[in-house]
């Protein structure tokens, strides 16, 4: 009898561990992006740019130039420090010309990236 209750005992300790090792954890929280959601200081760009259309553009400057957000942007190299809409970097502005005159030379390539 004593077997048979040491033996009950165990299981349903086992039982115990096993439920509440498999308990949900909850997931990490996602860092917040440090890319604002509102935008101020847009001279080029569409004042109503959504989000995406923003960020997909910015990305091509970083892959077609080889450089990073630091380089037109006074912020950090991981962006959690500065100001995007600052016009500190003499860059900012030379890309923005550089936009001016894509969207001069191709009158469709503003409305495409809306």
């Given amino acids: 009898m004593r077997f048979l209750l040491l033996i009950c005992s ?24 440090p890319i604002p959601d509102h935008f101020v200081n847009l001279q080029v ?11 997909g553009i910015m990305k091509q400057f970083c892959i077609t130039f080889n450089v990073r957000c630091l380089h037109c942007h006074a912020v950090s190299d991981d962006l959690t420090q500065g100001s995007f809409d600052s016009d500190e970097n003499e860059t900012k502005q030379k890309a923005r010309e550089l936009l001016k005159l894509i969207y001069a030379t ?5 409305a495409e990236k809306r």
């Fill in 10 to 33: 165990s299981v349903l300790l086992s039982t115990i561990l096993i439920a509440s090792a498999q308990e949900p954890q909850q997931p990490p929280a996602r860092p917040k992006s």
């Fill in 45 to 55: 760009l569409p004042k109503d740019i959504k989000k995406p259309q923003l960020v």
């Fill in 106 to 110: 191709e009158p469709g390539a503003q």
